[in-house]
C-alpha cells in the first residue's frame, strides 16, 4: 500500500528566503507526482504535475524535481512572498486515484 | 483547462437529516469520478471512486450504506451523507477525470452537522 509523508510537517520563514519542501513515497511504481496548494477551507490548486518518466518541472518560483527510484519529490519555492502562506500537498498516482501526503503548512513572514 | 464545480460550496444539516452534495464536471466528460473526505489540519482520504453506470468501489473503512454515490451520466456525481451525524461533519472534495486521465479538483464542500 502507498504511503506518502512530507516534511516539515510546518514551517514558518522571512520573506525572500528560498525553501524547500520534501515528499517521499514508498511505492515507485508511479504515474505521476502532483504538488497542490490548498487555501485554509479552500479546494486544492495544482502548482505542478511531474510524470514518472520526468525529473523535474518549473513554474515560475516554484522547481519540483522527482526520483523514481528513491522515492523522493521536492518542491523548492524561491524568493518566498507572504502570499505563498499555504499547506502544500503532494499526491503521488499509481493508478486511478491519488495518495495524498500529510501536507506542509507554510507561513511566510512580511 | 477542464473545471469541476461542486454545489454547495458549504452547508449546514441537523443530526440525523441527510444532504447531497452534486460534483460536476463543466467543458469535459468524467468518465471516472472520485470523492476523497479531509478533516481539519488533516490530508485527503479517498472514499470512493465511481464510474459512469457502475456501482461506486468504496475505500475500506467507508460505510457504503451512508455515503451513496451516484454516477449517472459523465458530467456528475452526487454523494449523499445519509443519516448525518456531527462526526460526519468534514471537507469533502471530488475530483473528475477525463480519458487522458488527468483528474481535475473541484473546490469542496464544508459539511457541518448540528
Known amino acids: 500500500k502507498q504511503e506518502v509523508t512530507q516534511i516539515p510537517a510546518a514551517l514558518s520563514v522571512p520573506e525572500g528566503e528560498n525553501l524547500v519542501l520534501n515528499c517521499s513515497f514508498t511505492d515507485s511504481a508511479i504515474y505521476n507526482l502532483q504538488w497542490f496548494r490548498q487555501d485554509p477551507g479552500k479546494g486544492l490548486t495544482s502548482l505542478l504535475l511531474i510524470q514518472s518518466s520526468q525529473r523535474e518541472q518549473t513554474s515560475g518560483r516554484l522547481n519540483a524535481s522527482l526520483d523514481k527510484s528513491s522515492g523522493r519529490s521536492t518542491l523548492y519555492i524561491a524568493a518566498s512572498q507572504p502570499g505563498d502562506s499555504a499547506t502544500y500537498l503532494c499526491a503521488v498516482k499509481g493508478g486511478q486515484n491519488f495518495v495524498f501526503g500529510p501536507g506542509t503548512r507554510l507561513s511566510v513572514l512580511p | 483547462g477542464a473545471v469541476v464545480s461542486q454545489h454547495p460550496s458549504r452547508v449546514i444539516c441537523k443530526s440525523g437529516t441527510s444532504v447531497k452534495i452534486e460534483c460536476r464536471s463543466l467543458d469535459f466528460q468524467a468518465t471516472t469520478m472520485f470523492w476523497y473526505r479531509q478533516f481539519p489540519k488533516q490530508s485527503l482520504m479517498l472514499m470512493a471512486t465511481s464510474n459512469e453506470g457502475s456501482k461506486a468501489t468504496y475505500e475500506q473503512g467507508v460505510e457504503k450504506d451512508k455515503f451513496l454515490i451516484n454516477h449517472a451520466s459523465l458530467t456528475l456525481s452526487t454523494l449523499t451523507v445519509t443519516s448525518a451525524h456531527p462526526e460526519d461533519s468534514s471537507f469533502y472534495i471530488c475530483?473528475?477525470?477525463?480519458?487522458?486521465?488527468?483528474?481535475?479538483f473541484g473546490p469542496g464542500t464544508r459539511l457541518t452537522v448540528t
Open positions: 475530483s473528475a477525470s477525463d480519458r487522458l486521465y488527468e483528474q481535475y
